[in-house]
């Protein structure tokens, strides 16, 4: 059965019970722990055999070291017993034999993972030894000399320029209009926009920055009339009681026509004309109802609430969603926009600042502190769960086995020691023990 095939097999169960799958890399350490299997099974027949000779050796008269050797030899077959034993336990019943306390992992690891969270939780989630290590990192520091970086900058500006292109051109255009119209609407709705307008307007009055508004209503104002004085006139004339006789209103319509003319020209051209002065009086009055009044207020207010309810307002509103999220898409995409320049230059300015300024670094570092022990502190048992969950839905079998894989090389080892130890040892107490007794 080929590596692929083999996979798929050991893969089915642990799949079906959210444990494991196999990787030909699982495979080739699966095979390593079997080579180191046969090499300390094989210090056992070694020692096995190297005693049965020693026996024999001693019973056919060999000597005194026959005994040395068979004292070594067996204290070592004990020694690889008692380790394979120790070793198979926590994987398997040996020999498959239902002795207590074996087949430690597969019974044990609901229990185990349980430990596992709680170990992690305990020594690795806790509060203290958060902020212990991310303030010995010192993040603040280290960032700001890697946004220092022109290079740096750069990545960080692409990376977030193409972010907001993504962002922006997954977002459904209607759902947004809605959000966007709806947000400015329920703002607009519950603002008092009347004294707001009222000091605007008070300000632009003591500054005198209405005063070019009315030069260009006055200028476009005369030149209207001078271009439709025969409308004027008829207006008048149309206006007129009917049992006038038409040269009497033809008369007036003229002379009314001058009138106003003579009058919009003098405002024109008179920044001191009475009527500009009146104009001045009228606005800085209107200014301050707005601000005390309430009946003007209250005015002010039905209006904004029906200009609000136009759907020429809300289509506008809603419109200006695609005019900036094209502005925005455009810019991003652009390596020389403002809106790229502007996000780079900010980030090397952020950056030098951060790797020179310790009391910046204290405060981003704080920020950082705070923000991963809430995390911390706040969803420790959701990830404690999260472990012990899912080491409770690993296939027992399955992951004995690829506990095995990872580490079962490493435990050959210990048995190849505890025969070359158990060996060295029984030569030591039976040498002590010839010695000790004569």
């Known amino acids: 059965m080929d590596v692929v095939a083999k996979t798929a097999v050991d893969s089915g169960p642990a799949g079906r019970h959210g444990g494991f799958s196999y990787s030909p890399a699982d495979e080739e350490r699966r095979r390593g722990v079997r080579k180191m299997k046969l090499v300390a099974t094989g210090f056992l027949a070694v020692a096995t055999v190297v005693y049965g000779l020693a026996k024999w050796a001693g019973a056919a008269g060999a000597g005194a070291w026959a005994g040395y050797v068979a004292a070594a030899a067996e204290a070592g077959m004990v020694g690889a017993l008692a380790d394979w034993f120790a070793v198979t336990a926590l994987f398997k019943r040996p020999l498959g034999l239902p002795i207590p306390h074996t087949a430690i992992i597969p019974t044990k690891k609901d229990v185990l993972g349980r430990s596992l969270g709680d170990f992690v939780g305990e020594n690795f989630l806790s509060e203290q030894v958060v902020r212990a290590r991310l303030r010995a990192v010192g993040i603040g520091s280290r960032l700001g000399g890697w946004l220092a970086d022109p290079d740096h900058?750069?990545?960080?500006?692409?990376?977030?320029?193409?972010?907001l292109r993504g962002t922006l051109k997954v977002l459904r255009d209607s759902d947004v209009q809605a959000v966007v119209g709806e947000a400015i609407t329920r703002r607009a709705d519950t603002m008092d926009v009347a004294p707001g307008l009222g000091r605007m307007l008070a300000r632009v009055v003591g500054e005198g920055g209405h005063r070019r508004v009315v030069d260009l209503v006055c200028v476009r104002a005369h030149d209207w009339l001078v271009l439709h004085g025969d409308s004027v006139m008829d207006a008048v004339q149309n206006g007129a009681p009917g049992w006038t006789p038409r040269f009497v209103d033809r008369r007036v319509g003229e002379r009314v026509y001058k009138e106003l003319l003579r009058f919009v020209g003098e405002m024109r051209d008179m920044p001191d004309h009475p009527a500009r002065g009146a104009l001045d009086r009228?606005?800085?009055?209107?200014?301050?109802?707005?601000?005390?009044?309430?009946?003007?207020?209250?005015?002010?207010?039905?209006?904004?609430?029906?200009?609000?309810?136009?759907?020429?307002?809300q289509d506008l509103i809603e419109s200006t969603w695609n005019a900036v999220r094209s502005m925005v898409v455009s810019a991003a995409g652009d390596e020389r926009s403002e809106l790229r320049l502007r996000t780079r230059a900010s980030l090397l300015s952020l950056g030098a600042r951060m790797a020179s300024d310790r009391r910046l670094q204290a405060k981003v570092d704080g920020w950082l502190e705070d923000a991963a022990t809430y995390v911390v502190t706040t969803y420790r048992d959701e990830i404690t769960a999260l472990i012990t969950e899912t080491v409770a839905g690993w296939d027992a079998e399955q992951t004995s086995r690829k506990i095995e894989a990872h580490v079962g090389r490493d435990l050959q080892f210990i048995r190849i020691n505890g025969t070359v130890v158990g060996a060295l040892a029984g030569l030591l107490i039976f040498t002590v023990s010839r010695v000790v007794g004569g």
């Not at 500006?157 to 972010?163: D, F, L, P, S």
């Not at 029906?306 to 020429?312: H, K, M, N, S, V």
């Open 153 to 163: 900058a750069d990545r960080v500006t692409e990376q977030a320029a193409a972010a």
């Open 282 to 313: 009228f606005l800085a009055d209107f200014a301050q109802e707005l601000q005390s009044d309430p009946d003007t207020r209250e005015r002010v207010e039905r209006l904004k609430r029906d200009l609000l309810a136009r759907g020429e307002v």
